[in-house]
């Protein structure tokens, strides 16, 4: 897993901890999701004016998708993108990713609680009704 640069490098502990968050690319440890969680509903995580400017422009409902592996992984975890593209590459970036597997839902707007954009477009949802999600396995194209 990929870390941020060291805390001192940071101007504070939010930039921080957003840099930790977008760096920890196979996911943060179960103890650290619900301080996660927390600091996303809190607004303390920083956002830019472009950031808050993308969710303003989101139409009232949206389609986003999540790419994970259904053996190890959880449908319902914090990260998505509005890129079904982007959310199967993830599903099968691992070489022995079992199950992978595309999530779909559509969400209100008020349910995504903020936005990344420092690489592709990345939604933090809180909370999404189990059933308001669908599954599919995600099969490579490769033979």
């Known amino acids: 897993m990929s870390t941020p640069a060291p ?15 977008q760096m920890s690319e196979l996911g943060v440890d179960l103890t650290d999701y619900g301080f996660f ?4 509903s809190s607004g303390l995580c920083p956002q830019t004016e472009e950031e ?4 303003f ?9 999540r790419g994970y592996c259904k053996l190890h ?6 990260s998505w993108t509005p890129s079904k593209e982007l959310a199967q590459w ?7 990713n079992e199950q992978p597997t595309l999530a ?11 936005i990344f954009l420092d690489r592709e ?3 933090i949802i809180l909370h999404i009704e189990q059933d308001l999600i669908t599954e599919e396995e995600v099969r490579s194209e490769q033979p």
């Open 104 to 114: 779909t839902a559509e969400v209100d707007r008020d349910d995504i609680a903020l």
């Open 57 to 65: 422009d989101l139409p009232e409902r949206v389609t986003v998708y």
């Open 52 to 55: 808050k400017s993308h969710w």
């Open 7 to 21: 805390r001192e490098s940071f101007k504070t502990d939010e930039e921080y901890y957003r840099a930790f968050w």
């Open 73 to 78: 992984g959880y449908s319902d975890g914090l």
């Open 121 to 123: 477009p990345e939604y």
């Open 90 to 96: 993830f599903a099968l970036r691992l070489p022995r």
């Open 37 to 40: 969680k927390y600091f996303f």
